[in-house]
C-alpha cells in the first residue's frame, strides 16, 4: 500500500550545488534521494518545496516522496538520518495524503538574512552572513522593510532567468533585528521570486549604509525595474527558515 | 632596525591539526608562518600564545614574530589577510618590545564551549558546538560553575600527556548561559592545562544531564583524580575567546 512521507530537512548548503537535482555535480536532492532508494530499496522520486540555490542554507525545506516501504512514516527520518551525511539532517517526518504537493499547498514561508558587521572579517561567521565591515543603521532598515509587507508586484526584485508568470507576492512579514553583531533580515511570504530574499536584502543593505533612504523603498518596488532595486547578496547569508502549510 | 610585532589571530579550526607547526599535516601557525615569510621575505618564527588542538577555534589567539620588515606593525595586519585563507585572519597588529613574550606575561585567557541543545542534530551548529539531544539543567551548570572559581590543583581536570609541572591554576570566573538552543561554558583563567577546559565542561555537562550534582564540583577537584571528572568533550565546541595581559 504506497504512502506519501513529508520530510522537514535541514541543510549547510556550503558544500552543495543547491537543491535540485543535477548531472555531475553534488546537490541536497541527489543526496537525500539516494539515500531514500537505500533506505527503501525503491527507485523513488523526490518532490521539494524549494529548491534553494547553490550555498544557501535551510533550517526547514519540505520534501514528500511516494513509497510502498513498511518504514512507519514517522520513523522515516531516523533511517535516513543514518545514511545521510554530517550536513543533510531530516528534522522530521510524517504521513500526508497522496495528493498533497509541497509546491501547490497554500503556506507561509520564512527566510532569514545575516549580515555580519565587525572592522574584519570573522572566520567562525564565513560559512553562514555576509560580512561587511560597516555599522549598518538597524533601525532604518526595519523601517524600510515595512514597506514590503502586502501584495505587491515585485518584479523590481526578481533576477533575471525567472520563469514565474506571475509577478505578484503577499509579504506577510519583513524587519530587520540585531543579534549580537549581526544584522539578521527575516521576510516571511507566500512564496518568492528568483533570488527574491537575496535582493530585498541588498535593498536593505543600501538602507543600511544611507545609499537608499527608507521612504524610497515603496517607489523602488512600484518602478518595477531591477535597476531600482540593491545588489543580490551572496548566497551565504540566506538560510531558509521553514514553512507553515495550512493543513 | 629588529621589531618585534604582535598578532591578534582568529581562525575556524575546522580544517587545521592545531595551532603548532608539524611536519606533513597542515596547522594555523604553519600557514600564518608562510604568510608572514611572504610578506616580509624573511625567514622568521612564530611564538604563539596557545597551541590549539585539532579542531578548536580561536576569536583572539595571540602571536609573535620579529622583523626587519619596513612595514608599520600596525600595518600588517592588512598584508597579512591578502595572504591568509578564508578560515584565518588577523584581527589586528601592534608593535610589542623585543622582551614581550605571549606565554610569559600575566594574562586572564578566556574560553566559551558550546552545546547545542535539539531533538535533531542541526548541520548549521555541527561545526561549532557539540551536540546533544537532552535538555540540560542551565541553572545547575552555572551554580556548579562556581565552585571551579579560584585557586586550585586541577590534576583531576588534566588529560594524561600533559607536560605541566604544576597543576595549580587561578579560575577568575566559570559560568554557563543559555543563548538560543545553546548552553555556553564561559571559563577565564590565568592558564589552563591540557584538555581543562574540555574536561571541566564534560563535567559541567553530566551536571546539566543529572548525572552529577553540582555539590559535588569541589570534591572533585580535591580528589585530584581525573576519573572522578566527567569526559572529556569534543574539540569542536570550544573556542579561545582571547586574552587580557597586564601590561
Redesign the interface.
Known amino acids: 500500500m504506497s504512502k506519501r512521507v513529508r520530510l522537514k530537512i535541514?541543510?549547510?548548503g556550503t558544500s552543495y550545488h543547491g537543491w535540485q537535482i543535477q548531472e555531475g555535480v553534488v546537490t541536497v536532492e541527489g543526496v537525500l534521494t539516494e539515500a531514500i532508494r537505500e533506505a527503501t530499496g525503491e527507485d523513488i522520486t523526490v518532490i521539494g518545496a524549494s529548491r534553494t540555490d547553490a550555498g544557501v542554507?535551510a533550517?526547514g525545506n519540505i520534501a514528500v516522496f511516494d513509497t510502498d516501504s513498511r518504514i512507519p512514516a514517522d520513523k522515516m527520518?531516523m533511517v535516513l538520518?543514518k545514511l545521510l551525511p554530517?550536513?543533510?539532517?531530516?528534522?522530521?517526518s510524517d504521513e500526508v495524503s497522496s495528493d498533497w504537493h509541497p509546491r501547490k499547498q497554500e503556506c507561509r514561508k520564512t527566510y532569514e538574512y545575516r549580515i555580519y558587521m565587525s572592522?574584519?572579517?570573522?572566520?567562525?561567521k564565513?560559512?553562514?552572513a555576509h560580512y561587511t565591515y560597516n555599522e549598518l543603521n538597524i533601525e532604518e532598515m526595519n523601517r524600510a522593510a515595512g514597506a514590503f509587507r502586502g501584495e505587491h508586484d515585485f518584479t523590481a526584485f526578481c533576477a533575471a532567468g525567472s520563469q514565474a508568470t506571475s509577478f505578484t507576492r503577499t509579504i506577510y512579514d519583513c524587519s530587520v533585528r540585531k543579534e549580537g553583531n549581526e544584522a539578521v533580515i527575516s521576510v516571511t511570504g507566500n512564496g518568492f521570486l528568483y533570488n527574491m530574499v537575496r535582493i530585498i536584502s541588498g535593498t536593505l543593505m543600501d538602507v543600511g549604509l544611507c545609499r537608499k533612504s527608507a521612504d524610497q523603498i515603496s517607489g523602488i518596488i512600484d518602478s518595477l525595474d531591477r535597476r531600482q532595486a540593491g545588489p543580490t547578496l551572496p548566497a551565504c547569508g540566506l538560510?531558509l527558515i521553514g514553512y507553515e502549510y495550512d493543513e
Do not use: A, E, G, K
Open positions: 535541514s541543510y549547510d542554507h533550517m527520518f538520518n554530517d550536513d543533510i539532517i531530516v528534522v522530521s572592522p574584519v572579517r570573522m572566520p567562525l564565513r560559512l553562514y538560510t
